[in-house]
Structures are given as structure tokens and as C-alpha cells.
């Protein structure tokens, strides 16, 4: 769990991985220099815990520092990041880890259905991202599909192999970095998905993407030193590329990944175009009522 100020549902994040059905993990909270109350609340977690580990950072790194810097020191084979706002069901761990190791090697992650809520904890809304792979697919296929479909970052908090990570690029530190390891990770292997919504994701004023307006804000919550990109879907797409040249996976596979990258991104953005043009549209006809 990375967190940097987040003493608001910090104490509830935890209390839902404590609650957890399946118990034999550690948990480590990697503090990036909080200045409200979270390493208090922390900590009192940790001396009534011996599964959690708290690291307290002297400076602020930037949020893709922290979650690299929570997986550097993974020796199980299975790894899952956790939000400090947001919350798991108590069987998330179990049953994820049921699919998990009850599936092929080549399935390399596993992800519930997100149920996100509120400030309060009411339920808002269920979504299942299409982000589902088959294991027989080349890598190419798996890359396509989710380059075409992954617009939330619900699945950076799935169950995966820890091996599978490590042959990826990691998390970036640039806006939308997620999306990016997405695709990485299809390169290496499938993905599954749970049906049930054992994920709690909360929607606040002070979530990342909300409190940072602008790109560059964004930029900044991913590394304080970081210049925004002029052009975040350029940035975006030759990330996708440095991500596909190294991918472990053959000269022919990359070169169909390279293939299939083009026509995705642009039948993709050209529909998200639409998209917020539509919903511009209508929303100007419900003001002009």
C-alpha cells in the first residue's frame, strides 16, 4: 500500500485487508513523507499486526516511486497493490487466489468486478472491465485487446504473479502509466476475471485524478520532478512501444504488436472523441431547457 496523506480512509483500507478470509500475507505500507495523521493511524495498525510492515519515507517521491518501492522488497510469488481510499470484500484475496492458482501458468493475473462507492461507503455503481484474455491467444492478440478496452485503472490493484510484473517495465511515472502496464502485462501472459464485484473502489474529492485537474498536476503526482507531457496521447503511444520493444517475447510477436498498436489507437481515441462529444451535446441541451 502506497500512501502519502491519506489519514481521511487509510484506517478503513486497512481494517478491510486485516479482515481478509485468507490471512497468510504481509502487508507493507510505504509511507512517501505523509504530513497529516496516516503514519499515526499507521502505525497503531502495525503493533496490533505483525503481518504489517510500515515504511516511513523521509521526502516525497511521487506516487510511481511508492508503488514500485512497495513491490521492490516482494519475495512471495503472488503480489497485489491496495489503495489507501480504497476497500476489498473479505474473501477478495481468497477467491482471487483460488482462480489464481487453479488456472494455467500462462494466466498471470486475476481481477473481481469493481463495485465503487462513495465518501460514506454507499454503493454507486458495478462495473466489470473488459479486460478478460485467453490463454491460447498470441501475446499480440492479448496486447490488442487490451489496448482497445482499458480506459480505468481498476486492474492495477488485481492479483498477479509476482514474476509476471518483473518482466514488465513496472509503473511508470506519467499520467495514466497504469494503462500502460496493462498492456505490458498482456504481452506476458492472460488475464482472468471474477464475476463478483470484491473490489470496493472509492470515488472522492481528494482521489487522484480529481484533486489533479490538469496534466500537469497529474504529472506531478507521479513524480514531483517530472515535466508534464505537452502531449499525453503521444506520450501514451511511445510508451506503448518502448513498453512492446521490451517485452520478453519474439521479434515476430513484437512486430505484430507494433501492427496491431497503430489501427487500435486511433479506432480507440476517435471513439472517445465521440464519446465526449455526445455527452458534450447532451449536456448542453439539458442547460438550455
Not at 468486478?113 to 490463454?135: F, H, N, P
Not at 485537474?213 to 496521447?233: G, Q
Request: charged content about 30%.
Amino acid at each position: 500500500m502506497p500512501v502519502y496523506n491519506g489519514e481521511r480512509f487509510v484506517d478503513a483500507a486497512l481494517r478491510s485487508i486485516r479482515a481478509q478470509s485468507f490471512g497468510d500475507f504481509e502487508l507493507i505500507v510505504s509511507d512517501n513523507a505523509s504530513e497529516d495523521g496516516t503514519l499515526e493511524i499507521v502505525r497503531e495498525h502495525e503493533r496490533d499486526d505483525e503481518r504489517i510492515c510500515l515504511i516511513a519515507n523521509d521526502a516525497n517521491r511521487g506516487a510511481a516511486w511508492n508503488y514500485e518501492r512497495v513491490f521492490a522488497d516482494c519475495s512471495s510469488p503472488y503480489f497485489k497493490w491496495a489503495a489507501a481510499d480504497d476497500m476489498l470484500a473479505p474473501e477478495c484475496v481468497e477467491r482471487s487466489l483460488e482462480l489464481l492458482e487453479a488456472s494455467e501458468p500462462s494466466v498471470i493475473l486475476v481481477f473481481p468486478a469493481t463495485r465503487y462507492i462513495d465518501e460514506d461507503g454507499a454503493e454507486l455503481r458495478v462495473v466489470l472491465d473488459r479486460l478478460e484474455t485467453r490463454s491460447e491467444d498470441p501475446p499480440h492478440r492479448r496486447f490488442r485487446h487490451v489496448v482497445a478496452n482499458a480506459t480505468m485503472g481498476n486492474v492495477a490493484f488485481a492479483l498477479m504473479r509476482s514474476e509476471a510484473l518483473r518482466k514488465t517495465r513496472g509503473h511508470g511515472a506519467f499520467p495514466s502509466a497504469d494503462i500502460v502496464l496493462f498492456a505490458e502485462l498482456a504481452l506476458v501472459g492472460a488475464f482472468s476475471a471474477l464475476p463478483d464485484p470484491l473490489f470496493l473502489r472509492r470515488e472522492h474529492a481528494g482521489a487522484s485524478r480529481r484533486a489533479n485537474t490538469s496534466v500537469e498536476d497529474v504529472a506531478a503526482f507521479f513524480d514531483p520532478n517530472a515535466r508534464a507531457p505537452k502531449h499525453e496521447l503521444t506520450r501514451l503511444f511511445v510508451e506503448h512501444l518502448r513498453g512492446i520493444a521490451a517485452a520478453p517475447i519474439s521479434r515476430r510477436e513484437q512486430a505484430l504488436a507494433v501492427a496491431v498498436l497503430v489501427p487500435t489507437w486511433i479506432r480507440r481515441h476517435d471513439e472517445l472523441r465521440t464519446r465526449a462529444a455526445r455527452m458534450r451535446r447532451r449536456v448542453e441541451r439539458r442547460f438550455a431547457r
